[in-house]
Nanobody
Framework: QVQLVESGGGLVQAGGSLRLSCAASGRTFSNAIMGWFRQAPGKEREFVAAVTAISWSGSNTYYGDSVKGRFTISRDSVKNMVFLQMNSLKPEDTAVYHC????????????????????WGQGTQVTVSS
């Protein structure tokens, strides 16, 4: 049974930093895209970041527009883990952050579309105070 367990959430002041961790078990995701999504109260789930499998040339990362330049995603394929370093946090970053595995991005009529995932963690709360 696949399990994704997040940790590292909490309360932080605006401008501060947090590092989220996600440990996967039940199967290896070394060849899969892993990522993070978030959901704030009353809002739809939002794509945050994704990282591809690590190859001889490294891995590729993708970010939502609202977090580019502030958040960094990374992974440890040996430990089956993915991380999210969040810097310069803003009150609007407040949400439940979910780890995801087997992340894909839809392509419609040749254009990149919505991000989605096969496996999800329960989430960890991140609250940024102003």
């Amino acid at each position: 049974q696949v399990q994704l367990v997040e940790s590292g959430g909490g309360l932080v002041q605006a401008g501060g930093s947090l590092r989220l961790s996600c440990a996967a078990s039940g199967r290896t995701f070394s060849n899969a895209i892993m990522g993070w999504f978030r959901q704030a109260p009353g809002k739809e789930r939002e794509f945050v970041a994704a990282v591809t499998a690590i190859s001889w040339s490294g891995s590729n990362t993708y970010y939502g527009d609202s977090v580019k330049g502030r958040f960094t995603i990374s992974r440890d394929s040996v430990k089956n883990m993915v991380f999210l370093q969040m810097n310069s946090l803003k009150p609007e970053d407040t949400a439940v952050y979910h780890c995801a595995a087997d992340v894909v991005r839809d392509v419609v009529a040749g254009k990149s579309g919505r991000w989605r995932a096969e496996y999800w963690g329960q989430g960890t709360q991140v609250t940024v105070s102003s």
